[in-house]
């Protein structure tokens, strides 16, 4: 009788195994979970008038160590400020520069806006399919997988990439899909609705372009040192080939305009029988 009870109990389990078998086998595979975009940016450190507009909040001056929630409006006026991400990525925003931080997703991977002023950033090497890191101006989209670089957006928004390590890809914002890959010790520039430049060497377009620091820090040290060197600050962006710029803001111009505006001189003759 014992016997016939344990043959039993062994079927059943048998049969139960059987089942939950053939059922974690019908299930659908689980897929890997795709990368999850870098969030939060914090305040590494900081010195001179900057402030900070936190979404729903009065202005206010950063502390050591604040996380920003996407929205937040950053004005560094005669000051200077690091931001840094999880994955240790980092931005150095000059004086007189202005930026909205954002939160990356599907459509949309810029992690700020930069609306007017100089920033260098240092981006962490992205690997397999992690999204690269975006930035977006009013001319130009920037996205790099890692690299240093520096963008500079003057008042007639003309922007500026200069890469020192590392690929960058500018594309236009006025012309989907026209694109330059920038590559280290090169430049261009975007004007309002026109298309990236070809690159050509730094030293030619900036030539008091200086190479980055080993680190960030370092780096705004030695900004800190020029900040104090010139107090005042300066409304010009930059003092250094004003008219060029000028002359790329007028042919992005042209070249929305179609030529619509061209002289009765130039148009070509009528076409006599």
Do not use: C
């Amino acid at each position: 009788m014992n016997l016939a009870r344990s043959v039993k109990y062994i079927h059943a389990s048998l049969v139960g195994l059987l089942a939950v078998a053939a059922s974690a086998a019908q299930q659908p595979p689980v897929a890997p979970a795709s990368p999850v975009p870098y969030a939060g940016w914090l305040v590494s450190e900081w010195t001179g008038r900057v402030q900070l507009q936190l979404p729903g909040a009065s202005l206010s001056a950063p502390t050591r160590g604040e996380s920003l929630p996407a929205g937040t409006e950053v004005d560094t006026h005669e000051g200077l400020i690091v931001l840094v991400l999880e994955d240790e990525s980092e931005v150095l925003l000059r004086p007189q520069t202005r930026v909205v931080l954002n939160q990356p997703g599907a459509g949309n991977w810029n992690y700020l806006q930069l609306l007017l002023g100089h920033i260098r950033a240092s981006v962490r090497k992205r690997t397999g399919g992690a999204p690269p890191f975006q930035l977006g101006r009013p001319s130009a989209v920037i996205a790099v997988r890692g690299t240093r670089f520096d963008v500079e957006v003057n008042r007639h928004n003309v922007t500026e990439v200069d890469v020192f390590s590392g690929l960058v890809e500018v594309g236009s914002v006025a012309i989907p899909g026209q694109s330059v890959l920038v590559e280290p010790g090169f430049s261009t520039r975007v004007g309002p609705g026109g298309a990236p430049e070809p690159p050509i060497r730094t030293n030619e377009i900036r030539p008091d372009a200086e190479a980055p620091d080993e680190t960030m820090s370092a780096e705004f040290l030695r900004g800190k040192d020029t900040a104090l060197a010139n107090p005042g600050g300066s409304d010009e962006i930059s003092e250094r080939d004003e008219r060029s710029e000028n002359e790329l803001e007028n042919e992005s111009q042209n070249s929305v305009e179609g030529g619509e505006d061209r002289d009765a001189d130039d148009a070509p003759p009528p076409n006599h029988l």
